[in-house]
């Protein structure tokens, strides 16, 4: 571990007048102990070197996207103040629900079937192996 140090201070309790104040007593423990390096942490430090400028990227690219979102949470919270907008958002996510539910239902029905087999062959395949 890297050098611990605590600062403990204590004051003493002594009547004095309102213009000074009474001394306190500052202590410093540190622990010299060496640091121990982790196994693998080399390694992460070189892969964190590689991965620092992809990174970096990733910051770059997204701080301006979420600038955008917030904005456009903001307008969204000012505009629904308004009843004709509350008005139209509904109805616009009802349109959607109602497009979007067929899809969802042949989703369902197709991909159910696959979902229920896979999970049959999980729970039997457990049950060989624990034999």
């Given at each position: ?78 505009a629904a ?51």
């Amino acid at each position: 571990m890297i050098a611990l140090r605590k600062i403990l201070i204590e004051e003493e309790t002594v009547f004095t007048a309102p213009v000074t104040r009474a001394p306190a007593k500052l202590y410093v423990v540190a622990n010299n102990a060496t640091p121990v390096l982790e196994e693998g942490s080399a390694l992460k430090n070189i892969v964190l070197f590689f991965l620092a400028p992809f990174i970096g990227f990733a910051y770059m690219v997204l701080f301006p996207l979420a600038g955008l979102v917030a904005l456009a949470v903001l307008a969204g919270r000012a505009a629904a103040k308004y009843e004709a907008v509350r008005v139209t958002a509904t109805t616009a996510k009802n349109v959607g629900l109602a497009v979007a539910a067929p899809v969802l239902g042949l989703a369902y029905i197709v991909l159910f079937p696959i979902i229920g087999l896979g999970a049959l062959a999980w729970i039997g395949g457990r049950a060989v192996l624990s034999r």
